[in-house]
């Protein structure tokens, strides 16, 4: 499992998709899962206070454990701001699963200049409480195993650290899984 963490509009479902892309178009079995697919759905019934917050991590890894089991490279896109609910996460897998951190570190100045969904100016009118990175806390992970900074690199770069890390661990291999047929 690779769990992008990071404020919101720091890049983490953009890199996860773009990292899910060529893991699939090499011929490995991956799925995304981020904000928009769960919390609408399965995680539809949990708002933005703390113990949601916490108990929003905990179905996304239990869920992440299954496909995991599955035999899915599977990568999740989301703010998950509290370490403790991260290193829980972590406990899970574990058992049997690997739990690969990737803090997506990005300033808050920058995220709130991209703030696609204009949450930040929301939060910033008093619109929309409990925003992380404003009026709630994001404990930026200690020892995370990969740490990309999408300010300072193209998505296509952030993608290639991804994937180094990846092949440097033994998560994939240099050569494709997609083989050419011959005709």
Not at 43 to 48: K, S, V
Not at 57 to 64: N, P
Not at 137 to 156: F, L
Not at 162 to 170: A, K, M, N, P
Request: hydrophobic share 40%; with cysteine.
């Amino acid at each position: 499992m690779l769990w992008f963490t990071g404020l919101s509009a720091s890049g983490k479902s953009t890199l996860a998709t773009a990292v899910e892309k060529r893991l699939f178009h090499e011929g490995y079995f991956s799925y995304v899962l981020d904000g928009d697919n769960i919390r609408h759905g399965l995680n539809g019934d949990l708002g933005f206070s703390p113990d949601d917050r916490t108990e929003n991590i905990r179905r996304i890894g239990e869920v992440s454990k299954l496909f995991a089991e599955a035999g899915a490279l599977v990568l999740t896109a989301f703010i998950s701001p509290y370490r403790e609910d991260r290193d829980g996460i972590r406990e899970i897998m574990a058992r049997g699963n690997d739990f690969v951190e990737v803090f997506v570190s990005c300033p808050v100045e920058v995220c709130e200049a991209r703030d696609p969904k204009g949450l930040y100016a929301k939060a910033r009118a008093g619109e929309l409480a409990n925003f992380t990175g404003i009026d709630a806390p994001y404990e930026a992970p200690v020892a995370p195993e990969i740490v990309i900074e999408t300010n300072v690199y193209d998505v296509n770069a952030c993608v290639d650290q991804v994937l180094e890390y990846l092949r440097e661990h033994g998560y994939v291999s240099s050569e494709s899984r997609v083989h050419a047929v011959s005709g």
